[in-house]
Nanobody, 123 residues
Framework: QVQLVESGGGLMQAGGSLRLSCAAS????????MAWFRQAPGKGREFVAR????????GYADSVKGRFSISRDNAKKTMYLQMNTLKHEDTAVYYC????????????????WGQGTQVTVSS
C-alpha cells in the first residue's frame, strides 16, 4: 500500500517555473513506476510524465516535452516535476500516481493516487 501526497502547486505567471513534489509512504517505493497526470477545468485527466523505479526510463506528453522534467529520489521516497516556461494551458490540478510495473502512460494502470495540487498560470 502506498500513500501519496502532492505539494508545490500555486499561482504563477506565464513563463515562470514551479516544482511539484510527491511524497510517498509505504514500502518498496523504488519498485513503483511513478507518474504525473493533470486535469484542467472541464476536461478529462491527461498524462503528463512518468518515471520508472530507478529512473532508467522517462516519458513525457508532447505538450510538456522540453519544458517539464520528472525526477525521483528513492532515498527520500519523493518524486518531482520541475515545470519551466509555464503556459496558461498548464493550469490544472496535478496528480501523482504509482503502480508496480513498467512504464505506461495509461492512467487505468495506476493503482495509487494523491489528492492533487492546483497549479494556476496567469497569462
Amino acid at each position: 500500500q502506498v500513500q501519496l501526497v502532492e505539494s508545490g502547486g500555486g499561482l504563477m505567471q506565464a513563463g515562470g517555473s514551479l516544482r511539484l513534489s510527491c511524497a510517498a509512504s509505504g514500502p518498496s517505493f523504488s519498485r513503483y513506476t511513478m507518474a504525473w497526470f493533470r486535469q484542467a477545468p472541464g476536461k478529462g485527466r491527461e498524462f503528463v510524465a512518468r518515471i520508472t523505479g530507478y529512473g532508467g526510463s522517462m516519458g513525457y506528453a508532447d505538450s510538456v516535452k522540453g519544458r517539464f522534467s520528472i525526477s525521483r529520489d528513492n532515498a527520500k521516497k519523493t518524486m518531482y516535476l520541475q515545470m519551466n516556461t509555464l503556459k496558461h494551458e498548464d493550469t490544472a490540478v496535478y496528480y501523482c500516481a504509482a503502480y508496480m510495473g513498467y512504464a505506461t502512460d495509461d492512467e487505468g494502470e495506476y493503482d495509487y493516487w494523491g489528492q492533487g495540487t492546483q497549479v494556476t498560470v496567469s497569462s
